[in-house]
């Protein structure tokens, strides 16, 4: 089993920045590819962005690319998303998620951000 525990998240004005962490505990030997979601109220839960055990591989929503990062650090088993630009649009819950392949079976519990206008 892997724990995921998110932090970072908060209010932040538009144009702001926010550096989300997620720290992976329990089975992290594997090699786990990681991401990161959200979910706004009332929507579906959305893919942001991902990256590969390595770090050299990684993806964005067309929504996030150009302000969004992500980066991990495996001594630390700790993925980041450094978030830049912010608007009101990307207040959501962001979750953390890990997996080996195929979908994520791993998910954390979900860190708030809220975006004021």
């Known amino acids: 089993q892997v724990q995921l525990v998110e932090s970072g998240g908060g209010l932040v004005q538009a144009g702001g920045s926010l550096r989300l962490s997620c720290a992976a505990s329990?089975?992290?030997?594997?090699?786990?590819?990681m991401g990161w979601f959200r979910q706004a109220p009332g929507k579906e839960r959305e893919f942001v962005a991902d990256i590969s055990w390595s770090g050299g591989t990684t993806s964005y929503a067309d929504s996030v690319k150009g302000r969004f990062t992500i980066s991990r650090d495996n001594a630390k088993n700790t993925v980041y998303l450094q978030m830049n630009s912010l608007t009101p649009e990307d207040t959501a819950v962001y979750f953390c998620a890990a997996g080996i392949s195929g979908p994520y079976k791993y998910w954390g519990q979900g860190t708030q951000v809220t975006v004021s206008s």
């Open positions: 329990g089975r992290t030997g594997s090699s786990l590819g």
